[in-house]
């Protein structure tokens, strides 16, 4: 499966998803100017992933900010890595979070909380 890279703007975040590798990574702001349309070719990446064999696949999301629609499209991409991980695949979510940033802590519990996956909450320093 081909794999999707995205380089980071100041409203987009950087986007690896590497199923060969088995690595997922959300990084930076994502705050489009249509969330749905950044969004859905990583969904329907995903959906074609479902499909495959996947042993194992760390997700790694360090976001520093995120808007309101695209905590809606961080849902359903958890969703289908939920989805996944039924069919007996590996999957951990990486939730990165600055050490003072209680509302990034807070999203991810919320994700964790709604979600069925193993989640690790990783505080970094600034």
């Not at 987009?12 to 349309?37: A, Q």
């Not at 950044?38 to 959906?47: A, C, H, S, T, V």
């Not at 849902?75 to 695949?89: A, R, T, V, Y």
Request: hydrophobic share 35%; net charge negative.
């Amino acid at each position: 499966m081909e794999a999707i890279k995205r380089e980071g703007t100041p409203k987009t975040p950087y986007v690896r998803f590497d199923g060969e590798n088995g690595v997922i990574e959300i990084k930076g702001r994502s705050i489009p100017e249509n969330s749905i349309e950044f969004y859905k070719p990583l969904i329907d990446w995903l959906e074609n992933l479902a499909s495959t064999e996947v042993s194992e696949i760390a997700v790694n999301v360090q976001l520093e900010y995120f808007n309101t629609s695209s905590s809606k499209c961080l849902l359903d991409i958890f969703k289908k890595l939920e989805l996944i991980h039924k069919k007996n695949s590996s999957i951990e979510v990486n939730w990165f979070y600055e050490e003072d940033d209680e509302d990034m802590f807070e999203a991810g519990e919320d994700y964790q909380s709604i979600i069925g996956l193993p989640f690790k909450m990783i505080e970094i320093e600034e």
